[in-house]
């Protein structure tokens, strides 16, 4: 049976134009798979306005928010006005609206009277933008009088309770995929599901993390065995550096899931980076694709490199990054301090961004977000093993604000001539490298420097190295369109 997944992001459904091109391409493709599942995030800037909304309610300023939701209904009313006013989804949805809204102020009304609010309650609030927007959708495929139905997530996607970053518990979300979903498919009714939101077994709501719709359309995929799963967004595919640091990114028709999953975990905010994980375990193909500009084929993300030899294939950078430096003392081994500190920090579920060694001073180098380096030290500290190993390496040096510029590409990390020409260009254009070394695979090569060289850096090794390569100056580029060109 032919599956397809497509899920719609926050900026294909960000105003009324975005909506209707969105619901246009389902219908399009209505008819050409026997089974089909649109899944929705919220509309581009509400999730954020729901943060601030419980963030509000802890605020000196009590009105504060009321204010956000006041804010987050009359932008909705109008979307909901401008696509439906005068037909019978108009008085629904605005129905719809208030009740979720009256929830969402319940809820922060509690927060303030109790002057906290627990991540499940961040949870409850973060997941109304897409209780919400999966109702508007579907009435915009109704109105194009194809059958839909919207499905709230937390009936169909089971999660463990680490909330705000929940992991789905496949079996049991397998069960109800298919005694929820199956009945919708014998009478060609497309289900239009929640993304980002699922729900423990005991039914509290749960968020897979920021950016966590893509997810969302892996997981559905995996348990719907599905041929494709489609990415709309706002850009042509997966590109050698993100349009939006510059004009002359240009489109990768192919990339590997290893590749695009070194970018996403590196900070190319594209695709979440456990929905590559997923779809490479389920050996699904997936397709990153552009809602403004849908005659573009988009870009395949299979098994498949973009060449057989190594090219360097795109690069991205992680901001306002802290490193933090271990030396080992003379006689130590630094491999094994090395493993040991990347066990202590495994154990307690923190990963690093990126590790660098340095042979001259025997030291390595651990990189983590600002807010997420304290509490690496602490698990240093606090480390048996390390301390039964007798502490033999200085206490961490910690250097704050540093760029984190990953390039990926098939096997680059091994590759020496990636590596000097990455080096050269970087140093002609007078960038001090802090640091170099690898991400989580051989796919890529990071480079730390200054915070404030990063932008610098990312569009010199951009035009300087990935657009000097044959191989990615002759891909055919599409006709680039956006959505401001409409
Ligand atoms: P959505 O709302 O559809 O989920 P996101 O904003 O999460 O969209 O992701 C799309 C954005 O990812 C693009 O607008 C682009 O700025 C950014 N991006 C970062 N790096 C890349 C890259 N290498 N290729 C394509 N897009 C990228
Ligand atoms: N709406 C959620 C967010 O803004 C999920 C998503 O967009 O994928 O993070
Ligand atoms: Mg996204």
Redesign the pocket.
């Known amino acids: 049976m032919k599956t397809l997944v497509m899920?719609?992001?926050?900026?294909?459904t960000?105003n009324v134009e975005a909506l209707n091109r969105a619901a246009d391409i389902v219908v399009a493709q209505h008819g050409a798979w026997d089974r089909m599942v649109v899944v929705v995030?919220a509309m581009?800037g509400v999730t954020d306005m729901l943060i601030d909304c419980a963030e509000g309610s802890l605020s000196k300023d009590k009105a504060r928010y009321q204010v956000i939701i006041d804010q987050l209904r009359d932008n909705l009313n109008a979307v909901v006005w401008a696509i439906f006013a005068g037909d019978h989804f108009y008085e629904k949805l605005n129905a719809l609206i208030d009740t979720r809204l009256q929830e969402l102020t319940n809820i922060c009304q509690r927060i303030q009277l109790q002057g906290k609010s627990s991540p499940r309650d961040m949870d409850e609030i973060a997941a109304m933008g897409e209780r919400i927007n999966v109702h508007v959708f579907s009435a915009l495929l109704g109105k194009r009088r194809v059958r839909s139905q919207a499905i709230e997530a937390t009936n169909l996607i089971v999660t463990d309770d680490c909330y705000q970053a929940a992991s789905p518990i496949q079996t049991a979300t397998d069960a109800r995929v298919d005694a929820v979903l199956s009945p919708l498919f014998a009478d060609a009714i497309i289900p239009v599901v929640t993304g980002f939101i699922g729900a423990t077994p005991n039914g509290t709501t749960t968020t897979l993390g920021r950016?966590g719709?893509?997810y969302t359309a892996a997981i559905l995929g995996v348990s719907l065995k599905a041929d494709q799963v489609w990415?709309?967004?706002?850009?042509?595919?997966?590109?050698?550096?993100?349009?939006?640091?510059s004009s002359r990114?240009r489109l990768?028709p192919e990339i590997s899931y290893n590749e695009v999953y070194q970018?996403a975990y590196s900070?190319?905010?594209?695709?979440?980076p456990k929905t590559i994980l997923l779809a490479r375990e389920g050996d699904i193909p997936l397709w990153?694709k552009n809602?403004f500009n849908s005659e573009c084929n988009g870009t395949r993300i299979s098994h498949c490199s973009l060449s057989d030899r190594s090219t360097i294939s795109?690069v991205?950078g992680f901001f306002d990054i802290n490193l933090i430096t271990f030396r080992t003392i003379p006689g130590g081994d630094v491999n094994k301090i090395k493993a040991l500190l990347r066990a202590a920090l495994k154990n307690r579920g923190t990963t690093t961004l990126a590790v660098f060694q340095a042979k001259h001073d025997r030291s390595v180098s651990f990189a983590f977000s600002a807010n997420n380096s304290n509490h690496a030290i602490q698990i240093i500290r606090e480390d048996g093993a390390l301390r039964s190993h007798g502490w033999n390496f200085s206490q961490p040096q910690v250097i704050e604000k540093v760029a984190l510029i990953t390039l990926v590409g098939r096997e680059i990390y091994l590759t020496p001539q990636a590596l000097s020409l990455a080096t050269s260009t970087l140093s002609k254009a007078g960038i001090d490298i802090k640091r170099i070394g690898n991400g989580t695979s051989p796919d890529s090569l990071v480079f730390a420097v200054a915070n404030k060289d990063g932008e610098y850096a990312i569009n010199k090794i951009h035009d300087e190295v990935i657009l000097n390569d044959p191989l990615i100056s002759t891909i055919p580029q599409p006709v680039l369109k956006h959505l401001s060109t409409i």
Not at 7 to 12: E, H, V
Not at 231 to 245: E, F, Q, R, S
Not at 267 to 272: Q, T
Request: aromatic share 4%; no cysteine; proline share 2%.
């Open positions: 899920k719609f992001g926050g900026t294909s960000s995030s581009e950016g719709s893509d990415i709309w967004t706002d850009v042509d595919g997966i590109m050698t550096v993100d349009p939006n640091l990114a990768i970018l900070g190319a905010r594209v695709l979440h990153v809602t795109a991205t």
